[in-house]
């Protein structure tokens, strides 16, 4: 099997695995604000994250000799081995993974793409490579590692001050779209633009026939990002409701994905690298074989989790079936295309974390540096914001590139348990 062994190398897997890691959700968080189900993405999803690892385990696991102490990925696959303890640390982070998946889905229409990739990421960091620094035996430089993870946590804390001053300046256009409503219109009209900003829709079956659309929806070419009719012409589009919601729902579910992430690289690592001595004269878990059953995991979770999804939707989503799934065309291109991207992109980090350590490959958490030029440019978010509100995207984008430079830096090689 190939295994990175420089230094070099595994940075540079580090840095193919940030822009592959940063990129996969502004491709779902596309289809969501198109007004596909998250259920649907997720689920097309699913299959292609799974297929990734099956791709990487034919090549990558498959190159090079076949030896007692590093089989390669069929071998060892096949082999009658008393492994479990491996098995089972591999899909529970695969568990960990999916959950965390699929509630930043649901956490980046509450709070945007920026907001919910640079907390999650952060308390992944800050939880999971504290846990992988000990569990890897401290090989990378403690006065080098701990600044960086102190960086990450500055960063979740400005994006947490992020979301709150865009959505008050969000709220704010939204009233001055109203008062100058009022002035034109009267009372009445007034009411009814409320209704419609404010009040979150009520979940509808996605079998039942499409509403039309209104022929001033059909006369309006292009909306200037940023401002009030940008705001509700997307809310009326995308198929999570946000409008008019609670904050703190928002934050605590990018939260639970944080935490849930966290827990997914140090289950790796003592799947491959067996720091609490669980197996008995066999050989370690290859990274390949690892992310063969953690991708697994990840697969079973995220179809079970859906297919429940799609009768008992949560959050205000509207139901939805299997029938209506397997009939559902629109943007499944994209979230295929979307799995495979991210299951690329945690191939390479786990590479590069078992040549580097697991707590210096953490790096590619700095992910939301490429998700938040995609949000800004893609969906205009930020547009007409105020000047505290950029300051504070500045300061947090800036903390992050501090966060990922140090974490490289803290790099070593790994030595044999």
Sequence with gaps: MYLVKDIGGAIALMGVSLVLLGTWPVVLAVLERRGRLPQHTYLDYSITNFLAALLVAFTFGQIGADTPETP??????????????????AMSGGVFNG??????????????????????SSLKVVIGTTLNYFLDGRINKAEILF???????????????????????????????????????????????????????????????????????????????????FLVDLEGKR??????????????????????????????????????????????MVVY??????????????????IWFLYHPMVGVPRSSLTAYLKDWKGRDLALVAGMVCGLGNAF??????????????????????STVWGIVLFGEYRRSSR??????????????????????????????
């Design 349 to 370: 980090q786990f590479m590069a974390g078992q040549a580097a350590g697991y707590a210096a490959a953490d790096a590619v958490q700095a992910l939301p540096l490429v």
């Design 388 to 417: 505290r509100t950029y300051t504070l995207l500045g300061s947090m984008l800036f903390m992050f590139v501090v966060a990922m430079v140090i974490l490289m830096a803290s790099s070593a090689h790994r030595r044999p348990l």
């Design 72 to 89: 390669n990925f069929l071998t060892q696959l096949t082999q009658m081995q008393d492994n479990w303890p491996s098995i089972l640390f």
């Design 99 to 120: 959950l965390g998946t699929l509630a930043t889905q649901y956490g980046w229409a509450f709070v945007g793409l920026s907001v919910t990739e640079v907390m999650a």
């Design 147 to 229: 600044p960086g993870v102190g960086c990450f946590l500055i960063a979740a804390c400005l994006g947490s001050l992020v979301h709150s001053s865009n959505a008050s300046d969000n709220q704010e256009k939204l009233s001055s779209a109203m008062v100058n409503h009022s002035n034109t219109n009267g009372d009445n009209e007034n009411e009814e633009l409320t209704k419609n900003l404010l009040e979150k829709d009520e979940p509808k079956d996605r079998e039942e026939p499409e509403p039309e659309i209104t022929e001033a929806a059909q006369a309006v070419e292009k909306i200037e990002a940023g401002t009030a009719d």
């Design 289 to 306: 074989t690892a992310f063969f059953y953690f991708s697994l995991a990840c697969f079973a979770i995220g179809i079970a989790l859906n």
């Design 239 to 284: 198929s999570i409701k946000v409008l008019g919601s609670n904050t703190f729902l928002g934050l605590g579910i990018v939260t639970f994905a944080g935490v849930s992430y966290s827990l997914f690289s140090p289950a790796f690592n003592l799947a491959t690298n067996d720091q609490w001595h669980t197996l008995k004269g066999v050989p370690h």
